[in-house]
T-cell receptor, first 114, second 112 residues
C-alpha cells in the first residue's frame, strides 16, 4: 500500500511565524503535491514537484514556498503565517508523468494561525 | 464554467438503495477520471479510476464514462451507512502532466 505521512495532524502557530509542513512518501513516487482544502472552496493546488529539486506553482502559490531535496520528501513552507492560511493542508503523491494512476493523499495537517 | 462540476448535493438515500453521483468536465481532451471518497475530518481516498468509455465495476461501485457527453458518474449499489461521505470527482487532462482537477464534491448520506 502507498503510504504518505505528514509531520503533524494539528498545528497551532502565531501570525508572522515561519511554518514548516513535512510530507514523506514511501513508494518512490516521482510526483508530489501540496493542496489546501477549505469549506466551499474545495481542494486547491499550492505547489507540486515532478522530481528532486524541481517545483512548479499551482493555483494559489502566494505566501508559500516548497522544498524537495530528496525524492521521498516534499516540504511546504509558510514564510510568514497569516490568519487566512488557517486551513487543512493535504500532501499527495503519484507516479508516472501523465497522471494516469491517480494521487494518494496523506492524512492532512489542520493548521490554525492565531 | 467550472472545469469539473459535480451535482451539488447533499444527497440522501436509504440503506440498500443505489446512490448516483454525477460529474461533468469541460476539457474534451481529458484522459483519466477518478473518484475519491472523503470521510469528515479525513483525507481523500482513491476508490475508482476509469479511462475508457463504458462501465467499470469494483464490488458495489460502478464508474461510468461517456467522453462524448463529457460525463462521468459513480454508482454505489446496496448503499450502506458507512458509505456516508463526500465524494470527489477528479480529472486529468493529459496535457497537464500529473495534475488533477477536482470537483467540489457531493456529500452523500445513507440513512439506516
Amino acid at each position: 500500500d502507498v503510504k504518505v505521512t505528514q509531520s503533524s495532524r494539528y498545528l497551532v502557530k502565531r501570525t508572522g511565524e515561519k511554518v514548516f509542513l513535512e510530507c514523506v512518501q514511501d513508494m518512490d513516487h516521482e510526483n508530489m503535491f501540496w493542496y489546501r482544502q477549505d469549506p466551499g472552496l474545495g481542494l486547491r493546488l499550492i505547489y507540486f514537484s515532478y522530481d528532486v529539486k524541481m517545483k512548479e506553482k499551482g493555483d494559489i502559490p502566494e505566501g508559500y514556498s516548497v522544498s524537495r531535496e530528496k525524492k521521498e520528501r516534499f516540504s511546504l513552507i509558510l514564510e510568514s503565517a497569516s490568519t487566512n492560511q488557517t486551513s487543512m493542508y493535504l500532501c499527495a503523491s503519484s507516479f508516472g508523468l501523465a497522471g494516469a494512476f491517480g494521487q494518494y493523499f496523506g492524512p492532512g495537517t489542520r493548521l490554525t494561525v492565531t | 464554467q467550472k472545469e469539473v462540476e459535480q451535482n451539488s448535493g447533499p444527497l440522501s438515500v436509504p440503506e440498500g438503495a443505489i446512490a448516483s453521483l454525477n460529474c461533468t468536465y469541460s476539457d474534451r481532451g481529458s484522459q483519466s477520471f477518478f473518484w475519491y471518497r472523503q470521510y469528515s475530518g479525513k483525507s481523500p481516498e482513491l476508490i475508482m479510476f476509469i479511462y475508457s468509455n463504458g462501465d467499470k465495476e469494483d464490488g458495489r461501485f460502478t464508474a461510468q464514462l461517456n467522453k462524448a457527453s463529457q460525463y462521468v458518474s459513480l454508482l454505489i449499489r446496496d448503499s450502506q451507512p458507512s458509505d456516508s461521505a463526500t465524494y470527489l470527482c477528479a480529472v486529468n487532462s493529459g496535457t497537464s502532466g500529473s495534475r488533477l482537477t477536482f470537483g467540489e464534491g457531493t456529500q452523500l448520506t445513507v440513512n439506516p
